[in-house]
Nanobody, 127 residues
């Protein structure tokens, strides 16, 4: 079982930036799928971004609402992956969760496809 610990959330003004980190232990993130979801009050958890990794390929995917503003990346040496969030908007306010699967997922936007989850970190964007 992979244990995920998030950090980097906080309060930022609209137009600002934050970088979320997700440190993993229990399994090396050398393959499979790493993702970020978010959940705003009163709303369902929604897909934000995913990174899929095989021995010879790395692909990234983003929700339309964050495309061009958010970037998912990884640091293999730290067994950590990140979500760089730029040009933040008030509608980005939510609890952000990191998640992983050891598989190369096809259904990257489906939360129930993932096997391990972080505890969540609050991101608040003020207008």
């Amino acid at each position: 079982q992979v244990h995920l610990v998030e950090s980097g959330g906080g309060l930022v003004q609209a137009g600002g930036s934050l970088r979320l980190s997700c440190a993993a232990s229990g399994r090396t993130l050398s393959s499979g799928t790493m993702g970020w979801f978010r959940q705003a009050p009163g709303k369902e958890r929604e897909f934000v971004a995913a990174l899929r990794l095989t021995w010879n390929e790395l692909t990234t995917n983003y929700a339309d609402s964050v495309k061009g503003r958010f970037t998912i990346s990884r640091d293999n040496s730290k067994n950590t992956f990140y979500l760089q969030m730029n040009s933040l908007k008030p509608e980005d306010t939510a609890v952000y969760y990191c998640t992983t699967s050891p598989r190369y997922l096809l259904g990257i936007s489906r939360a129930n496809e993932y096997s391990s989850w972080g505890q969540g970190t609050q991101v608040t964007v003020s207008s």
